[in-house]
């Protein structure tokens, strides 16, 4: 299994007292499928994602990520982990404008300490992958929304992660372009076995995924016909 959340409890302050933001939390991903997590705003679901992706130590509960588990491993080994093993696509883009898109990419590279050169190859597969070896000399300013998020999906697969949290890919894309994002998602999990999570409110384009599980009030259930 790649990512597991065990009986996971995250509260926040909340005047004199803590806020529940997740309630005894369980969820288990396996590598090569993809979990939508759906729910209402404030159910819970960016939450639910940051601690899986270890931005936020959860109250109690145990995160394992790839076989590792994050229960007290200090800043520099949790930088290491999300910088090796987890990739994170943003709601937003946020490509640096001065950059092409292959360079968004050779950017990831340098970051984890290797030549931005010798990544190249790298970097242009994984734009042919997304359909977009075409435009890897375009800067974001010449491509188009869902283009911009093709970058954003192959940008965080660059250091070849096991585990990929995505959050609200299609929220700034008409219909048929959250469409086309979503089957490339679900084709890259299966092709890359990665453990997926995709947090959306829209429930559109899900009949594709592997397993659907709704967050409500911060209480996460997985209806037994969708795994």
């Not at 995250?10 to 007292?17: E, N, V």
């Amino acid at each position: 299994m790649s990512l597991v959340l065990d009986h996971v409890t995250l509260t926040y302050p909340d005047g004199d007292g803590r806020l529940t933001a997740l309630d005894d939390v369980s969820l288990t991903v396996p590598k090569g499928t993809l979990t939508a997590v759906v729910g209402p705003s404030g159910s819970g679901k960016s939450s639910l994602l940051a601690v899986a992706a270890t931005l936020i130590a959860p109250d109690s509960g145990r995160v394992a990520v790839d076989g590792t588990e994050t229960t007290g491993l200090d800043r520099a080994a949790l930088t290491a982990l999300r910088r090796d093993r987890i990739g994170i696509v943003f709601q937003q883009p946020n490509l640096l404008p001065s950059l092409t898109a292959v360079e968004q990419l050779q950017v990831m590279a340098h970051l984890d300490g290797r030549a931005p050169r010798g990544a190249l190859p790298r970097a242009l597969e994984l734009l042919d992958a997304v359909g977009l070896r075409d435009q890897a000399a375009r800067r974001p300013h010449q491509l188009s929304g869902g283009q911009r998020q093709r970058v954003n999906i192959a940008r965080a697969l660059m250091n070849d992660p096991t585990v990929l949290l995505v959050d609200e890919p299609t929220s700034a894309l008409d219909h048929e372009r959250g469409a086309a994002v979503l089957d490339l998602l679900t084709t890259l999990t299966h092709q890359r076995a990665t453990a997926t999570v995709l947090v959306t409110h829209d429930r559109t384009h899900l009949t594709a995924v592997d397993q659907v599980a709704e967050v409500h009030d911060g209480r996460l259930t997985v209806p037994a016909a969708t795994v």
